[in-house]
């Protein structure tokens, strides 16, 4: 058999919707915009495959650090290193408080 390991292996319940949410999302998350130094969390809409982070960043939460095109640039701790994501608008949630 041939080794399956593409970019979604393991994620048949992290990218599965609940029943209501199910399709597209609205077109406000689309056109959702973000301040420099705002918080967000990285929250993977499976209906939209572009602009979509790797599924491990999904639950995290980063700091937006600037704009490219139509996505976001985001700073994110993982472990000891600093990464940078690049995420669309449709993937993120800015943090409530």
Not at 8 to 19: A, F, H, N, P, S
Not at 52 to 63: A, D, M, N, W, Y
């Amino acid at each position: 058999m041939a080794h399956h390991n593409g970019i979604k292996k393991g994620t048949r319940y992290k990218l599965q919707k609940t029943l209501r949410t199910r399709g597209m999302a609205n077109v406000t998350t689309v056109i959702q915009e973000f301040e420099e130094g705002q918080k967000v969390h990285i929250v993977l809409d499976s209906s939209v495959q572009k602009g979509q982070p790797h599924p491990r960043f999904h639950g995290k939460t980063g700091t937006i650090v600037g704009k490219r095109g139509r996505a976001w640039l985001l700073e994110i701790k993982d472990g000891n290193m600093d990464k940078t994501v690049i995420a669309r608008p449709q993937h993120l949630r800015p943090q409530k408080y």
